[in-house]
Nanobody
């Protein structure tokens, strides 16, 4: 059974860093692209990064230079390193498996098998 579990969230001050983890089970991680999404209260999920099966990475312009996605296929885990965090980065972060034929995507409806999410709060 396909299963994703996010961890690593917490409360951090503006300018701080966090590393989120997405632990996978029930499938071969390197066969799929994985995306990270953020959902703020009352808003839709927003794609923040995606890593393709060949290891290529994709970020929206607002996250370039601050967020880094990586994968460790041996540990069947995908990471999201977040630096220089801002209050607007606050939200629940989810990882998910890309279900379409695209290399990567930032559109939530291209993804499935969502994890339960991990909360990130950036506040002083």
């Amino acid at each position: 059974q396909v299963h994703l579990v996010e961890s690593g969230g917490g409360l951090v001050q503006p300018g701080g860093s966090l590393r989120l983890s997405c632990a996978a089970s029930g499938f071969t991680l390197d066969d799929y692209a994985i995306g990270w999404f953020r959902q703020a209260p009352g808003k839709e999920r927003e794609g923040v990064s995606c890593i393709a099966t060949d290891g290529s990475t994709y970020y929206p312009d607002s996250k370039k230079g601050r967020f880094t996605i990586s994968r460790d296929n041996a540990k069947i885990t995908v990471y999201l390193q977040m630096n220089s965090l801002k209050p607007e980065d606050t939200g629940t972060y989810y990882c998910a498996i890309l279900k379409s034929d695209l290399i990567c995507s930032d559109y939530e409806h291209d993804f499935g098998s969502w994890g339960q999410g991990t909360q990130v709060t950036v506040s002083s």
